[in-house]
């Protein structure tokens, strides 16, 4: 087997083929060509939501498989056009200029260039921290309003009618009045496909049903004449092989895009995480997850460079690629390859493809990521988090989709706050007969020493909950005369510079009010650095700070 990244230098190109043996090949191979016939009508279906020719699909899918396996870890991930982010960018693209002109490919294009850079950043700099920008429920309820825009942008072409403008609310309304008029064959056309694609993915995730269902489509257009009975079809697509290209844009131009580059670049960063960890290259050792930012950025750059938008990792094409046998990035190249050969010789093939066949495929996608068992599960376990799927994909719905995303973020950034402020200062019980103290519970059997409190604070000690620790400290002091106070600070993984104030005065008040204290359990190295930059120790003796609490309590209390 190809060795783990882990254990390659750090700056080796094409580390999945690092050891590479022949023996591996078929495997590879056939994962590649089964690869191939999922990607080519979905690429297509991604480049036509973004309002992009199909060829130029074709192009982000060769320009991420190359950038991946030339700079990525994983042995497995598929980088492309990506349905998740295509919506979120094509929203930002057209608020600037109008779907399908030179000037919104050229953003497009640039847009590629400065994620691509970002993401290559990341990478550079090991900033994986920033895929946890995003909690489980603000990214569940992220997809789900991802797939209510994708469901909009593609029923009027299942339906036949002409497509709405405006907000997303405004299109539903508009499309529900226009539902008389649609055209019956394309709404066959479309929901036959869709229901081809949902059998085939539930008998196995290997048969290509989105190929079937738009090889079946195309032969039903070709052989019934449905153009003439107003079945849109993709027209001619150029046999052009991707080319080097750069946008002709202004300074200001580039600067307005920062913020939407920023906002994809952390849905591919996320991305990109969740699926080198559920496909690892070796279970037995950690994903490589900043190495494969720069595999994904390089992806991203390529695609610029192939005058294509920004790609993304892509779990489903990726779990295909394991249960196909592929051993490497071999496969994605070989995809790849076969993508190039469609385009230089093939593309008189998908000149009668329907408009609304690539809406099925698009429909399947838009009700595959809507994560309906996660979603019940947290409704059930944590209601509070369950709001936060809600109001996350009422934020993508309403607002315009680059907007939402941002604020999507904005808002899993303050749960987070709001969690970490949450944290409230607990005293400890010594278990009965034990050495052990434990949080205090009402349901669990306790016993105290008399003149002695043990508290603890199970969160970082920072600037946000620090004021909330010096109160609930003094508050104690109030309503107790202890001899001895220890604090447990085995949760206490870090401390700022604000914190570090608090706890001066925390030490200080102790010792004018004639208590001794003590710190147990400072096992965080991140805290115990703070200790000595603060200059704790001044307040505070080395000889205060012990590994356990019953050794302070031992050596203080007697």
């Known amino acids: 087997m190809p060795h783990d990244a882990d254990a390659k230098p750090s700056w080796p190109l094409f580390r999945s083929l690092a050891s590479y043996r022949f023996g591996l090949l078929p495997g590879d191979l056939m994962a590649g060509l089964t690869l191939a016939a999922i990607a080519i009508p979905e690429q297509m279906a991604t480049s036509r939501l973004g309002g992009f020719a199909p060829q130029i699909g074709f192009f982000a899918f060769m320009a991420g498989s190359l950038g991946f396996a030339l700079l990525g870890s994983n042995r497995f991930l598929s980088c492309g056009a990506d349905s998740t982010i295509t919506p979120i960018f094509a929203g930002g693209l057209a608020a600037a200029a109008a779907t399908g002109s030179p000037e919104y490919q050229s953003l497009a294009i640039a847009l590629a260039l400065m994620v691509g850079a970002m993401l290559v950043a990341s990478g550079i700099f090991r900033l994986g921290g920033i895929a946890n920008l995003l909690s489980v429920p603000v990214m569940v309820g992220f997809l789900a309003g991802i797939s209510v825009h994708i469901i909009v942008s593609q029923l009027p072409g299942v339906l036949g009618v002409e497509a709405p403008g405006g907000p997303t609310l405004d299109r539903i309304g508009t499309l529900a009045r226009e539902l008389g008029r649609s055209n019956p064959y394309t709404i066959v056309i479309g929901f036959g496909v869709l229901a081809v694609v949902f059998l085939a993915e539930t008998i196995s995730p ?153 809406g099925g495929i698009l429909l399947f996608v838009a009700l595959r990521i809507i994560r309906v068992t996660q979603i019940t599960t947290i409704y059930r376990q944590s209601f509070s988090e369950f709001l936060l799927i809600v109001a ?98 085995s949760g206490m993984v870090e401390i700022d510079f604000t914190a570090a104030q608090v706890l001066l005065e925390v030490f200080r008040v102790c010792n004018e009010q004639g208590v001794t204290i003590a710190v147990a359990r400072l096992e965080s190295v991140r805290a115990q650095n703070a200790f000595e930059r603060f200059r704790l120790y001044d307040v505070l003796p080395s000889d205060r700070v012990f590994h356990s609490v019953d050794e302070a309590v031992r050596k203080l209390a007697g």
């Open 392 to 489: 996350t994909a009422a934020l993508i719905i309403v607002l315009p989709i680059q907007q939402g995303a941002f604020l999507g973020i904005v808002l899993s950034l303050l749960h987070g706050i709001w969690s970490t402020t949450r944290a409230k200062l607990i005293e400890f019980d010594r278990v009965p007969g034990t050495t052990i103290w434990w949080p205090a519970h009402p349901h669990i059997a306790g016993e105290r020493l008399p003149g002695v409190v043990v508290i603890g604070l199970q969160a970082p000690l920072s600037f946000l909950n620090a004021p909330g620790f010096r109160n609930d400290v003094a508050n104690l002091l109030k309503t107790t005369t202890p001899k001895l106070m220890v604090l447990e600070a």
């Open 206 to 358: 290997k048969i290509p049903g989105a190929l079937i269902g738009l090889v079946g489509a195309t032969l039903a257009v070709i052989g019934a004449g449905l153009e003439a009975k107003g079945v849109k079809v993709v027209g001619t697509v150029p046999g052009t092989l991707p080319m080097p290209t750069l946008p002709e844009l202004a300074p200001e131009a580039w600067v307005r895009l920062v913020p939407l580059a920023f906002v994809i670049t952390v849905v591919v960063m996320v991305q990109t995480a969740a699926t080198t960890r559920s496909f690892p290259s070796d279970p037995d050792k950690p994903a490589d997850v900043d190495r494969d930012f720069l595999g994904a950025g390089a992806g991203s750059l390529l695609a610029g460079v192939f005058g294509a938008f920004p790609v993304n990792a892509s779990p489903p094409r990726t779990g295909i690629v394991v249960e196909t046998g592929g051993q490497s990035q071999l496969s994605g190249l070989a995809a790849a390859l076969i993508v190039l050969a469609l385009l230089a010789f093939g593309t008189g093939l998908l000149q009668h493809v329907p408009d609304a066949a690539l």
